[in-house]
């Protein structure tokens, strides 16, 4: 009788922590997912669409008129403009890289955990370094204007290749309409066409002269 008292106990001890198990990762997984709802998904799918778009209008500019321009003029401040383009895609990248991180380190908790707002993010993507060096080409704002050499023209071709590649995943305000639920697969195709690229160009993205943080013709 006594046993059995003590087995019912155990039972209920175990359901009891059962509960609070189930409870609490509940509670995690809703604040998380309130937490990714506030942090403007939509605002940061706009701004992120805007220089993409922005991006491909200037580096046309550019080359059609082997110059770039950074002051107040119609067609200037190219470089500011790209600067702060990808400046922006940078900031939102890293965002979401971090949100995801601590997603993985909260997933244990969870019953369910989301995989619509997770991604496959992770230390070798390839994206974020390559965002910030092409924002280093532009980030010489105190000239006013200097000449497209051959070097900084066969950069900035690349950098308008690659581009166009992410266009064609975004779309333009016309074509393509991206919802929240489409944001991750977003973030992660552009990734994914980011690796294609220097896959397909054979490209050393470490060491590659176009691409290479050291090699900077804009200062020339």
């Not at 067609?75 to 403009?81: H, I, T």
Request: charge should be negative; hydrophobic fraction near 40%.
């Amino acid at each position: 009788m006594i046993l059995k008292k003590r087995l019912v106990m155990i039972g209920c001890c175990i359901g009891i922590v059962f509960l609070l198990v189930l409870t609490y990762s509940l509670y995690k997984e809703k604040r998380m997912y309130e937490q990714y709802l506030t942090m403007n998904v939509r605002q940061d799918m706009v701004d992120m669409k805007s220089a993409i778009i922005n991006n491909d209008i200037l580096f046309n500019r550019i080359l059609t008129n082997e110059k770039i321009t950074n002051e107040m003029v119609e067609d200037g401040e190219q470089a500011s403009q790209l600067y702060y383009n990808f400046t922006d895609m940078t900031q939102i990248m890293d965002k979401y890289n971090l949100m995801n991180l601590s997603f993985i380190q909260e997933a244990n908790w969870l019953v369910q955990p989301a995989g619509l707002f997770t991604n496959d993010f992770s230390q070798d993507d390839i994206l974020p370094p390559t965002l910030h060096r092409m924002r280093m080409t532009f980030e010489r704002l105190d000239i006013t204007s200097y000449p497209v050499t051959a070097e900084l023209k066969a950069r900035i071709e690349g950098y308008q290749q690659l581009n166009h590649r992410w266009l064609n995943v975004v779309g333009d305000f016309e074509s393509k309409e991206i919802n929240e639920k489409d944001w991750p697969q977003i973030l992660k195709d552009l990734e994914q066409v980011t690796r294609a690229y220097f896959s397909e160009k054979k490209l050393d993205f470490v060491e590659d002269d176009v691409w290479r943080d050291a090699f900077n013709p804009r200062y020339e």
